[in-house]
Structure formats: C-alpha cells, structure tokens
C-alpha cells in the first residue's frame, strides 16, 4: 500500500480509500450510462453484431473521464483525479488537449 500511496504522491490510507470507492463508483456508472446513451444514438447489438462491444466501449470512454473528475470532486479528490486524467491521456497521445 506504501508503494502505491508514493506512486500517486497521496499521504493517507483513508484519501487511498476514498480513489478506490471513486474508481469504482466511476466504472459502474459510465457502464450503466452508456447503455441508455447507445439506445438513444440508436446503436442495438442486433444492428452491429460483433461490433456492437467496441463501439459501446468507445462510447463509455468519455463519459468514463468526465464521470471520473466530476465524481472524484464530490469526494473532494479533485486534484488526484485531474492530474491522473492528465497524466492518462497524455500516455494515449492526447496530451494537446492540456496546456502546462
């Protein structure tokens, strides 16, 4: 738990439970959300087959980051969560979008 706590730079373990509840929270809900968002875009697994999986996954991406900061605020880990949202999306080349 030390090494982890040093890696993301937090100094509690109670602030390590708090990311831990976020991330799960986070996950749950953008895969709940993206469903009634697939149906309102009308993407159905009947019209896209295999296919289907990817693009709900594309779809969940999004929604995953914006629910990760906004729910990471409520439980007052704005920072941790902006800078790992930083740091995430630099890694996938997409660091253009932020200004240091």
Known sequence: MNRLKKRWGIISNLQAIIIFIV???TGSASAWLSKPFCVWLGITKEDFG???TLIRLIIIFPIYQILLVAIGTIFGQFKFFWNFEKK???NMGLGFLFKD
Do not use: R
């Open 23 to 25: 991330f799960a929270i």
């Open 50 to 52: 295999g296919w289907f």
């Open 88 to 90: 995430m999306l630099k």
